[in-house]
T-cell receptor, first 114, second 113 residues
């Protein structure tokens, strides 16, 4: 069972560059979401999706874009990277019966913007 | 707006002690509450999930309780070991269950041999 797979694990970007953080799950989960983790700020929700073709904004969506064309994949796009986006990014998924099964997290992508 | 608070922020105990980590939330209309463990530089590992209709869940040396009316949850760790050293996070899902987790800031636990 692969669970939730995030790639890459580490990335260094220059200010203004764009990139896509990949997230894939093989559990046929309907719900997927992206969080960023910063010292002193905890984990904050960026974007989330309740199914293919359906996405919505979380607490800190500015500078990020998402789409969900398949159940398995939920990529996060940084349109024009800024130093403030230096963070650790986590992807999570859950079945619609999340009240029973809870959420599964990927191992994270550590992003540095210089 | 739901807010989740964890106290204390850090805790250091000698090996073998029983300990309690606290989590409080401001809106009692939650779907469930989940406790996670995070080791330095690693991802989140789910420890226990308590549904809104439940009072507690147990897994090995861990016991989590939930009191929705008071907006509180506790994570009890029995006979702590150095391997328990990590950051413990609690997170709640709102009553609409839209896939949104609201996290506390975490409690960093150090268990000394």
């Amino acid at each position: 069972n692969a669970g939730v797979t995030q790639t890459p694990k580490f990335q260094v970007l220059k200010t203004g560059q764009s990139m896509t953080l990949q997230c894939a799950q093989d559990m046929n989960h309907e719900y997927m979401s992206w969080y960023r983790q910063d010292p002193g700020m905890g984990l904050r929700l960026i974007h989330y999706s309740v199914g293919a073709g359906i996405t919505d904004q979380g607490e800190v969506p500015n500078g990020y874009n998402v789409s969900r064309s398949t159940t398995e994949d939920f990529p996060l796009r940084l349109l024009s990277a800024a130093p403030s986006q230096t963070s650790v990014y986590f992807c999570a998924s859950s079945a619609t019966g999340a009240y029973i099964y809870g959420y599964t997290f990927g191992s994270g992508t550590r992003l540095t913007v210089v | 707006k739901q807010e989740v608070t964890q106290i204390p922020a850090a805790l250091s105990v000698p090996e073998g002690e029983n300990l309690v980590l606290n989590c409080s939330f401001t809106d009692s209309a939650i779907y469930n509450l989940q406790w996670f463990r995070q080791d330095p530089g690693k991802g989140l590992t789910s420890l226990l999930l308590i549904q809104s209709s439940q009072r507690e869940q147990t897994s090995g040396r861990l016991n989590a309780s939930l009191d929705k009316s008071s907006g509180r949850s506790t994570l009890y760790i029995a006979a702590s070991q150095p391997g328990d050293s990590a950051t413990y996070l609690c997170a709640v899902t709102g009553s609409s269950n839209t896939g949104k987790l609201i996290f506390g800031q975490g409690t960093t636990l150090q268990v000394k041999p």
